[in-house]
């Protein structure tokens, strides 16, 4: 089993920047990749970014690309999400995710994820 802690979450004003954190622990050796999704009020459930355990490319939605960087250090086990330029319509609760590869989904498919966070709010006001 593998566990997700995610923290940084908070409330700021459009333009602001925040980090989101998320820590593995557990049977974490079977990480193949790692991502950030967001769930908007009265939204589904959406991709954000996602990256490989091991390194390598990262991949963004359309909405957040050149604003926000998915990040990894294995060292404590711990994926980022810096979140630049902040929008009002960013706002959303925010999910990291662990991907053991085992499903076959592509990774902006939340059925490719084992395992998920309890989330973390973001707010941006205007």
């Known amino acids: 089993q593998v566990q997700l802690g995610e923290s940084g979450g908070g409330s700021v004003q459009a333009g602001d920047s925040l980090r989101l954190s998320c820590t593995a622990s557990?049977?974490?050796?079977?990480?193949?990749?790692m991502g950030w999704f967001r769930q908007g009020p009265g939204k589904e459930r959406e991709f954000v970014a996602a990256?490989?355990?091991?390194?390598?490319?990262?991949s963004y939605t359309d909405s957040v690309k050149g604003r926000f960087t998915i990040s990894r250090d294995n060292a404590k086990n711990t994926v980022y999400l810096q979140m630049n330029s902040l929008k009002p319509e960013d706002t959303a609760v925010y999910y990291c995710?662990?991907?053991?590869?085992?499903?076959?989904?592509?990774?902006?498919?939340?059925?490719?994820?084992?395992?998920w966070g309890q989330g973390t709010q973001v707010t941006v006001s205007s």
């Open positions: 995710a662990l991907s053991e590869g085992s499903s076959g989904a592509s990774y902006y498919s939340a059925r490719a994820y084992d395992y």
């Open positions: 557990g049977r974490t050796f079977r990480s193949y990749f």
């Open positions: 990256i490989r355990w091991s390194g390598g490319p990262t």
